[in-house]
């Protein structure tokens, strides 16, 4: 029984960070390990339309990351100061939970300003009330209606990459750290096992009768918090907005009741159908906060593949994968991907697991 955090890790050579995206999605590589035989194999993104059939069901995650990186000056002192946009609180009050950086220096009643490239200050902040070290509650104050509002401080924002990508956010980001089917805004995560689908290759398996069913959780930060316990019994995962519709649940358990192949894409996908399970062992309509931990030992009950990236050592997310695809198997398969130079985190590589 693997439930210890130390017995996840591995070293990682840096150079095999991926810092960019592949020019084109779907020419990411993607190791296949096949669970019953133990068998790794070496393919490319697209080979994906070689293991899906006529009835099989492809589950994916429909978020959208807004740009929730900001930088602005304190008043006063003129420093420099990221603020980080976790969750809206109140539309109307335009209050946000937000982290800051450096937080030491962020206070109550502190007015931060936001300017645009011509150095105009175009939005105000204060600083309402402390949550974390880190956490804060601030209010923003802007002359004129909710949607432009909204729409000027996203243009104000920049793509939250993950820290370990080590550069500032640039214009491809806006676009690649994006899946080609994101539309329900609410993440400050990309789901990053859904970036190697292209539009094409969306449609080649759609042709060959692949049906899609698409879930909405919105990844936050939470995703990226390191685990401070030995014992993974002890550890509580942030809690995350997730919802199934109708369509959904009849895709997937028409799928599963014809044994067919049901594929979840990626780990927070997992996490959502695990969340809103029938007495049946069947996929329910759900809606609500998730903050389910799956480690193993894991029963899973309703997908029986799954896609995803190389993950961080010691992280919530390689500890599933390694529940869904078996502890050793899994491990071994990291240090094929490491020997292999397959590239790692969000821009990276791919992994199937069958």
Known sequence: MKSKLSQFSFNLPKELIASYPLPNRDDSRLMVIHKDTGKIEHKVFKDLLDYFDDGDAIIYNNTKVFPARLYGRKEKTGAKIEVFLLRELNQ??????VLVDPARKIRVGNKLYFKDQNDNDVIVAEVVDNTTSRGRTIRFFYD???????????????????????????????????TVYAKEEGAVAAPTAGLHFSRELLKRLEIKGVDFAEVTLHVGLGTFRNIEVEDL????????????????????????????????????????????????????????????????????????????????????????????????????????????????FSYGDAMMII
């Open 144 to 178: 004129g209606p909710d949607a432009e509002f909204k729409k000027v401080l996203y243009e104000l924002g920049n793509t939250p990459l993950p820290k370990y990508i080590d550069r500032e956010s640039e214009e491809i980001d806006r676009e690649r750290y994006q």
């Open 92 to 97: 109307e009050a335009r209050l946000w939970d």
């Open 233 to 344: 019994s002890k550890h509580k995962m942030d809690a995350e907005y997730f919802r199934i519709e109708e369509q959904a649940t009849h895709t997937v358990n028409e799928a599963k009741k014809k044994q067919n192949r049901v594929c979840a894409v990626g780990t927070t996908s997992m996490r959502t159908i695990e969340s809103a399970v029938s007495a049946e062992s069947l996929l329910k309509v759900g809606e609500g906060w998730t903050n389910l931990f799956i480690y193993p030992p894991y029963e899973f009950h309703i997908a029986n593949s799954m896609i995803t990236n190389f993950h961080l050592p010691k992280s919530s997310l390689l500890i599933m994968i390694c529940a869904f695809g078996g502890y050793e198997l899994i491990m071994e398969a990291y240090q094929v991907a490491i020997k292999e130079k397959y590239r790692f």
